[in-house]
T-cell receptor, first 116, second 114 residues
């Protein structure tokens, strides 16, 4: 089946530094990738939608200069959390849409970011 | 925007049946998904509805009424391992962008007890 590989699974960084999270679709082309953030005991909140070769579309309230998204190829999308602060600590997860399938979406395994 | 609402928590007994409801409001409805998620893990696909009616898949069934903006997930013969968060997600077709967007509901934490 379709697989999306997300790395790293866990990362601890110092406040003020930047962290890059990668999502790769391993056996299909992901023209669209979605990035979500999930705080403890809450649901997944859509941050942005990235389309290969074009600018990402950010949801209301999400700072595009802080959460940089790059979708340079059909198999790779990256999310960079710039100048991270403790309040950015969260579970970040990507999802790729697979067209023509009822199940539709394949999720990465998620990245637990802790900013200290 | 979308409003996707689910009960926050539910408790049920092992072997019983539980129904988790989801109501939604959206402008470009293009399908509804149910996912199961254990803490710290990615969501796992359970079911998909795009037309009205019931979709059955083993112990799990999902129902959709587009006119009412309503869906439910039915879990039968509950097992302890079914204790998890259940997420309703609505796919919207966005006219401006020409693509689909998947938005999740608030999630229902199900606890299965002996």
């Amino acid at each position: 089946g379709a697989v999306v590989s997300q790395h790293p699974s866990r990362v601890i960084c110092k406040s003020g530094t930047s962290v890059k999270i990668e999502c790769r679709s391993l056996d299909f082309q992901a023209t669209t990738m979605f990035w979500y953030r999930q705080f403890p005991k809450q649901s997944l909140m859509l941050m942005a939608t990235s389309n290969e070769g074009s600018k990402a579309t950010y949801e209301q309230g999400v700072e595009k200069d802080k959460f940089l998204i790059n979708h340079a190829s059909l198999t790779l999308s990256t999310l960079t959390v710039t100048s991270a602060h403790p309040e950015d600590s969260s579970f970040y997860i990507c999802s790729a849409e697979r067209r023509g399938s009822g199940s539709g979406y394949t999720f990465g395994s998620g990245t637990r970011l802790t900013v200290v | 925007g979308q409003n996707i609402d689910q009960p926050t928590e539910m408790t049920a007994t092992e072997g019983a049946i539980v129904q988790i409801n989801c109501t939604y409001q959206t402008s470009g409805f293009n399908g509804l998904f149910w996912y199961q998620q254990h803490a710290g893990e990615a969501p796992t696909f359970l079911s998909y509805n795009v037309l009205d009616g019931l979709e059955e898949k083993g112990r799990f069934s999902s129902f959709l009424s587009r006119s009412k903006g309503y869906s439910y997930l039915l879990l039968k013969e509950l097992q302890m391992k079914d204790s998890a968060s259940y997420l309703c997600a609505v796919r919207d077709y966005e006219l401006t962008g020409g693509g689909n967007k998947l938005t999740f509901g608030t999630g229902t934490q199900l606890k299965v007890e002996l």
